[in-house]
């Protein structure tokens, strides 16, 4: 079994963006239908993590998220495991190879 999608729902959509660009996800601005603006990054294994703002539902609250990035999209993070704070207090782990 994989995880093929997971959804952050925020109040800081701009800011989550910007941290979750900043690791090195390639976040894509969506829209279906009616709905509200959100952004996308399509994993390596072909999940799918997306940013919602917390428009119809209440923020995502605490979460341990575990990410892997190739050194080139990590940002100025050197190779090894470093736990990171997202804007809305959740918890990133990510491991630069």
Sequence with gaps: MIIDLAVIYTD?????????????LDLVAERHGGGPEHYAATLADGGVLELYPAVRRPP?????????APPHAAGALPPGRHTLTDPDGRTVVLTVA
């Design 12 to 24: 800081r959509l701009d800011a989550c963006r910007d941290f979750y660009a900043g690791v090195g």
């Design 60 to 68: 995502t609250g605490y979460l341990r998220l575990g990410l892997t």
